[in-house]
């Protein structure tokens, strides 16, 4: 198993080890936004989780009995769960996409290192699906996820490769890493290049593919995970153009996934993005994936004036 350097394995290890026990349980979970899991665990009749789903899923607090001895053991050795009184509840959450699972931070994500994972990164590795079956990669292309968080978007974009396609996962979060690296040795992406660093900063080379799914709100706590930065959270998605488009190889793609606030009918993300995607003459595409994300965001003083958030794809191709 791969990690970035210097990191205690015993976070990864864990988390792998509780990841492939799950697949074995036949566990499955999909997560929802955080005000749909909110509503859900509301509901009479649901604060104690009664089985595998609502201990790594809803995030409840359980009993102890619930779960083997040696997982509670590896899990409370690793610091993935604390005590709620006299029950237990996990740090981490457990989700499946495509036949793989992940392992993210337990809802609420309120820890400024929290670990995402969540309806965006369904329809972001869709995107990623449809751009390579509408191209697949050569033999032997190079594939950087960066802000990689779970490490889905990179990891589920190796699976779909046929060859050997080398795998470079980068985020600014060393926890994200720590999880990152167990969710790809899960994959069998066991050979991933974990990279910590600021964007590009501390990956090396050109790629093939690379993709992003970036913080694109404005986080009223800044949380690393979700906030964007710039007047509308899309400081960040322009800095993955502008610095990117260096790092792709002849005939390489820039898949970008992010949000975009749709202030008096006008896409502010795609004036601040565009300049950037045509720089260089390249081939480029943008469009609305979903019209309608995130709404509850609306409610936030800094969205005063977004009638919508929609979820938008930018694709960047370089020439052969
Ligand atoms: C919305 S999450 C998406 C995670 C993952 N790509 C997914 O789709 O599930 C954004 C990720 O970008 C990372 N990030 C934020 N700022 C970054 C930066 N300056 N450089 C690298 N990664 C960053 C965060 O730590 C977080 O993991």
């Known amino acids: 198993m791969n990690a970035p350097a210097g990191q205690d394995l015993t976070v990864t290890q864990t988390l792998l080890q509780v990841a492939q026990w799950l697949l074995r349980e036949g566990y499955e979970f999909v997560t929802v936004t955080p005000a749909t899991h909110a509503r859900v665990n509301a509901r009479p009749g649901v604060a104690v989780a009664k089985d595998l789903r609502g201990i790594f899923g809803w995030s409840r607090p359980f009993e102890v009995s619930l779960l083997p001895r040696k997982i509670v053991g590896d899990l409370r050795g690793a610091g993935l769960i604390e005590s709620r009184g006299e029950l237990l509840r996990s740090k981490v959450r457990f989700s499946t996409l495509g036949g793989q699972i992940f392992a993210h931070s337990a809802y609420p994500t309120t820890e400024e290192d929290a670990v995402f994972f969540g309806p965006d990164t369904y329809r972001f590795v869709q995107l990623i699906r449809d751009e390579l079956q509408r191209e697949p ?5 190079r594939i950087l ?40 040795a899960q994959a069998g992406c066991d050979r991933a290049d974990l990279r910590q660093g600021d964007l590009y900063g ?26 964007g930065g710039g007047r509308w959270g899309e400081a960040l998605g322009v800095r993955i153009v502008r610095e990117g488009l260096d790092r792709l190889a002849p005939g390489g793609r820039l898949v970008l996934y992010t949000g975009a606030a749709i202030v008096d009918g006008a896409d502010a993300v795609r004036e601040a993005l565009w300049p950037h995607a045509q720089r260089v003459g390249w081939e480029a595409r943008y469009w609305e994936m979903d019209p309608d ?7 936030e003083s800094g969205y005063a004036e977004v009638e919508r958030i929609a979820a938008v794809a930018l694709v960047v191709q370089r020439p052969r």
């Not at 994300?293 to 409610?299: I, K, M, N, R, S």
Request: hydrophobic letters at 40%; a negative charge; charged letters at 15%.
């Open 202 to 227: 501390a990956v090396h080379g050109s790629f093939d593919l690379i993709v992003a799914n970036p913080p694109y709100l404005n986080d009223s706590l800044q949380r690393t995970y979700r906030h």
């Open 145 to 184: 996820d960066v802000g990689c968080g779970a490490g889905p978007g990179g990891i589920m974009a190796r699976l779909t490769c046929n060859g050997e396609a080398g795998l470079v996962l980068a985020d600014i979060n060393a926890r994200a890493l720590q999880f990152a690296a167990a969710n790809a």
């Open 293 to 299: 994300v995130f709404g509850e965001e609306l409610e």
């Open 137 to 141: 990669l050569g033999q032997e292309g």
